[in-house]
């Protein structure tokens, strides 16, 4: 069964202070990893996508990363407006173009 | 600027009444899909179509109709027969190796 687990739940950091979020998967053949932004009240916004093991992306502070089992998002220098939460999903390779989303992993950087 | 547009942004049921959430776009994506968010859960697909005159159930399709005459157009019709219909609801239309766009969501409240 195609599952998406990330961590942690929630995480709170100081302005400048960097880290990962972590996005564990098991999936029957990866067609993607997508990793999405996510105001309070508003629809996700994409980020990146990965599409093999080794695969690094870029934009601003972020960096995401992909591994067989596991994709990290990492912050560098976090400000107060990265605050959000972030979403993974993975898009299996059989079957329809569906995406499984992951509960994602709420963000709040303190100036 | 092309995008998915979602309305109502919030919307009020009555128990044993049906109501629409409209979803359009204009980026020309042939697939289109609706998902349910939950607090603290992922989100979960409730129907995708990949073409017009076409739809498939997805996960959590019990309760829920939909229709696809127009590329442009696919609504979700919430149904009574949804027992717990109290959620936000995301449609997006994708691309296959770009990702997924979302709209603002439509918040939907049972009273």
């Known amino acids: 069964e195609d599952q998406v687990t990330q961590s942690p739940e929630a995480l709170r950091l100081q302005e400048g202070e960097s880290s990962s979020l972590n996005c564990s998967y098991t999936?029957?053949?990866?067609?993607?990893l997508f990793w999405y932004r996510q105001d309070p009240g508003k629809g996700p916004e994409f980020l990146f996508t990965?599409?093999?093991a080794g695969e690094e992306k870029e934009k601003e502070r972020l960096k995401a990363t992909l591994t067989k089992k596991e994709s990290f998002l990492h912050i560098t220098a976090p400000k107060p407006e990265d605050s959000a939460t972030y979403l993974c999903?993975?898009?299996?390779?059989?079957?329809?173009?569906?995406?499984?989303f992951g509960t994602g992993t709420r963000l709040t950087v303190i100036p | 600027d092309g995008g998915i547009t979602q309305s109502p942004k919030y919307l009020f049921r009555k128990e044993g009444q049906n109501v629409t959430l409209s979803c359009e776009q204009n980026?020309?994506?042939?697939?289109m899909y609706w998902y349910r968010q939950d607090p603290g859960q992922g989100l979960r697909l409730i129907y995708y179509?990949?073409?017009?005159?076409?739809?498939q159930k997805g996960d959590i399709a019990e309760g829920y109709s939909v229709s696809r005459e127009k590329k442009e157009s696919f609504p979700l019709t919430v149904t009574s027969a949804q027992k717990n219909p109290t959620a936000f609801y995301l449609c997006?239309?994708?691309?296959?190796?770009?990702?997924?766009?979302f709209g603002s969501g439509t918040r939907l409240t049972v009273v």
């Open positions: 997006a239309s994708g691309d296959r190796d770009y990702g997924y766009t």
């Open positions: 999936v029957s053949g990866l067609r993607g």
């Open positions: 990965l599409y093999s």
């Open positions: 999903a993975v898009q299996p390779r059989r079957g329809a173009n569906n995406l499984f």
């Open positions: 980026l020309n994506h042939d697939a």
């Open positions: 179509s990949q073409i017009v005159n076409d739809f």
